[in-house]
């Protein structure tokens, strides 16, 4: 049987369950501990996993590290994969910009929350993250404004990536406050994709 390793904490972890989840895909989802045991540091997960991290997946002989590697395999034969190249080109496009724009700038705002709190440059920090996260931010509310979903009318793999990036910013609200208050389309896209 398939294996998802993954944890809560880690949003790319979460889109990949999720997705398994949607397509109605059969793999055992493995909680992998990254705080206490370190599980994704140990010899024989670095033998499959070299990187170390999560998610990872596991088919076979086959192992995948990277959620979009991941989601990508997972996604070969369904139908949320467009048939049509430009369409494809376009997913593949926001796939792309995930990683440069939402990925990174909501990680200059969660790793201080979660692995910094105690440092004494703390607000700095925080305060730093969420001023770079604002163009970010606005890039998708503009999408959003105009779609139902980040490629238009049909719901495409970008979505399950953007997803948990930024609905933990709802989570994170007694920290950080509504980051998404002014982003008025991205929350009312966050409330469409309860429904999915």
Known sequence: MAILHSHQVSQPSRSCSWF????????????????AKAEHKAPEYVAKF?????????????????????????????????????KAAKVNML??????????????VFRPILFKSE???????????????????????????????????????????FVPEVDQFVIFVPKIGDLLEKYTHIKAYLERMKEV
Request: glycine residues 6%.
């Open 50 to 86: 070299p990187a170390g991290q999560v998610p990872a997946f596991e088919d076979g002989d086959l192992h995948i590290e990277e959620s979009q590697a991941i989601i990508r395999y997972l996604a070969a034969g369904h139908d949320i994969v467009p048939k049509c190249p430009k």
């Open 119 to 161: 440092d004494p440059d703390f607000e700095n920090m925080l305060k730093t993250g969420i001023e770079n996260i604002q163009p970010m931010l606005k890039y998708y509310n503009d999408i959003l404004e105009k779609n139902k979903f980040l490629n238009g009318d049909e719901i495409s793999l970008a979505d399950f990536m």
């Open 20 to 35: 398994i989840t949607y397509a109605g895909l059969s793999a055992e989802s493995r909680m992998t501990d990254l705080f």
């Open 95 to 108: 796939l792309a910009q995930h990683n440069g724009k939402a990925r990174l700038a909501t990680t200059d």
